[in-house]
């Protein structure tokens, strides 16, 4: 069983930054691969970022490549996600995950666990 706590979140303006943060409970953080995800209203949740285990491998969704930055520290327990020149359409639930051994690192079904959102607000 692993816990995920978000934190991080806010109301920015166009163009600003935010970090977001995941804690992670359990001592075997370093072994999950982790993902953000993001949901906005009446909109499907989907991908954002992902890390491996070790933090050598990141991958991202085409919309926010170049501006998102995802990282960890297995020290800590914590995934991190850099958002810079944040944009209106960025608005969302900022929802960290734990990836499963298997499956399609863009689908959220290949995640096990969840945090309980971040909401993240860009106005224009």
């Known amino acids: 069983q692993v816990q995920l706590v978000e934190s991080g979140g806010g109301l920015v303006q166009a163009g600003d930054s935010l970090r977001l943060s995941c804690a992670a409970s359990g001592r075997t953080f370093s072994s999950y691969t982790m993902g953000w995800f993001r949901q906005a209203p009446g909109k499907e949740r989907e991908f954002v970022a992902a890390?491996?285990?070790?933090?050598?491998?990141?991958y991202y969704a085409g919309s926010v490549k170049g501006r998102f930055t995802i990282s960890r520290d297995n020290a800590k327990n914590t995934v991190y996600l850099q958002m810079n020149s944040l944009k209106p359409e960025d608005t969302a639930v900022y929802y960290c995950?734990?990836?499963?051994?298997?499956?399609?690192?863009?689908?959220?079904?290949?995640?096990?666990?969840w945090g309980q959102g971040t909401q993240v607000t860009v106005s224009s």
């Open positions: 890390i491996s285990r070790s933090a050598s491998t990141t």
């Open positions: 995950a734990v990836k499963d051994p298997y499956g399609s690192m863009w689908n959220g079904a290949s995640y096990d666990y």
